[in-house]
C-alpha cells in the first residue's frame, strides 16, 4: 500500500478541496501540526446494499441435522 500523502496545516487549509479529491479517489492524506502527524482524512466505506429481510424465502434449505456435529469432527475439536 502507498504510503498517505503528509500536508502540514497550512498547506491543508490551502489546497483543501484537492485533499478532498485525493481521498475521493482511494488516497489518504495525513495532517500535521509542528511536524508532527495529528490526523488521517481516509475514504468512507461506500453503503452495503442489503436485500430485503426474506428475499431469499425459497431458495435456501437448511438441513434438519444441520446443528449435530459429526461424531469425528467433535473428536477433533476435543468436545466429546
Keep these: 500500500m502507498e504510503a498517505a500523502k503528509p ?3 497550512h498547506e ?4 483543501f478541496s484537492r ?8 488516497e489518504e492524506v495525513v495532517i500535521s501540526k509542528a511536524g508532527e502527524p ?3 482524512v481516509v475514504p468512507l466505506r461506500p453503503k ?9 424465502r ?7 441435522d444441520f446443528d449435530e456435529l459429526p ?9 466429546r
Design 38 to 40: 495529528v490526523a488521517k
Design 12 to 15: 491543508a487549509k490551502t489546497h
Design 19 to 26: 485533499i478532498l479529491e485525493q481521498v475521493a479517489t482511494g
Design 58 to 64: 425459497g431458495q435456501i434449505h437448511i438441513a434438519d
Design 48 to 56: 452495503v446494499q442489503r436485500a430485503d429481510l426474506g428475499s431469499l
Design 71 to 79: 461424531d469425528d469432527i467433535a473428536d477433533a475439536f476435543g468436545m
Design 7 to 9: 500536508y502540514n496545516v
